[in-house]
């Protein structure tokens, strides 16, 4: 439904090298290096930087590869809707999401694969960037971000979960109910998200507005790794209160609120805006809805 041509374009494009193109596309290199060769003289532009090895594309090349993204997609699209009247939607669905949410988005998860059991479902933890990176390359249907990431004209955004955050310590003074003020905690030896990761930039602007400097000893981009760390005792960590509802209270840690302010923040469902959308989107926007109706 896509000329087989555009195809090793797009490949191309995401490999980076004539070969590992030619490789994806289980052709040789000179017949998708000709390929491609015939492309620009249809279309009477150069779309590839020419050398001794893949230079890049041209802006007339960038061009033409973001408008057989989307051909490609809604080929995909046309491929979904026509098996879906035949056997019922499949899939894949490929859902990237950002690692704070990972342990409530099984929620979601759970109630697509009851509705639409022949979808193959897969899960990507990534960044936000990278999660709408891919939304916009059509690599990934949906992603689970925080609302402010979502508020772009191209993007659609269902709201799922609202977080809160609580200081995770060995502290062994401290009673399970007792809180600890956002000043309080940037006294203590911290291990938080890196700086790419949504989470720690929204800790740190509550940080920056009370004008205090959090005494951070350790970053890492992996919520098991915090937990590691906080348990040598060494360490005291933030984060949202849904990953001890998951793996549980560790033993000798404690959860205490934090306060002065108290923060949250929502979590929801981002797709790409299309027209038309996507039976695999449309199926996931309204599973979405039906879990923010249930919780």
């Known amino acids: 439904m896509i000329a087989r041509k555009y195809l090793y374009l797009l490949a191309l494009a995401r490999e980076r090298h004539f070969g590992r193109a030619a490789e994806s596309c289980h052709v040789s290199p000179s017949t998708l290096s000709g ?20 230079a890049g594309l041209t802006p007339e090349g960038e061009c033409v590869v973001a408008h057989a993204k989307r051909v ?8 979904h809707e026509l098996g879906m009247l035949r056997d019922g939607l499949r899939g894949p669905l490929r859902i990237g999401v950002i690692p704070t949410a990972l342990p409530v988005v099984a929620s979601l998860t759970e109630a697509f694969a009851d509705a639409h059991p022949a979808v193959a479902i897969e899960v990507r933890s990534a960044s936000t ?8 390359n059509f690599e990934l249907e949906a992603g689970v971000v925080y609302a402010h ?12 979960w609202r977080e809160q955050l609580v200081f995770l310590t ?39 507005s009370l004008e205090c400097t959090p005494h951070v000893g350790l970053e890492t981009n992996s919520i098991l790794s915090l937990l590691a760390h906080v348990r040598t005792g060494r360490w005291s960590t933030i984060l949202p209160r849904s990953v001890l509802g998951l793996v549980g209270e560790p033993s000798g840690l404690r959860a205490l609120a934090l306060v002065k302010p108290a923060v949250a923040w929502e979590t929801g469902l981002v797709t790409l805006r299309r027209e038309p959308n996507s039976p695999l ?14 919780s």
């Not at 390929?35 to 893949?54: K, N, P, S, Y």
């Not at 490609?72 to 491929?79: F, P, Q, S, V």
């Not at 960037?129 to 916009?136: C, D, M």
């Not at 989107?281 to 249930?294: P, S, Y």
Request: aromatic share 4%; glycine share 4%; proline share 3%.
């Open 170 to 208: 060995t502290s062994s003074t401290a009673s399970p109910d007792e809180a600890i003020t956002w000043e309080g905690a940037a006294r203590q030896s911290l291990c938080l998200l890196s700086r790419d990761m949504q989470n720690r930039q929204t800790i740190d602007r509550v940080f920056e």
């Open 149 to 160: 990431s979502a508020a772009a004209p191209d993007l659609d955004y269902c709201p799922l």
């Open 72 to 79: 490609a997609a809604g080929a995909d699209d046309l491929r």
């Open 281 to 294: 989107v449309d199926a996931m926007n309204e599973v979405a809805r039906k879990v923010v109706g249930t």
């Open 129 to 136: 960037r990278e999660i709408l990176n891919a939304l916009r």
């Open 35 to 54: 390929a491609i060769r015939d492309l620009e003289d249809e279309l009477g532009v150069a779309l590839v930087v020419r050398g001794q090895r893949f």
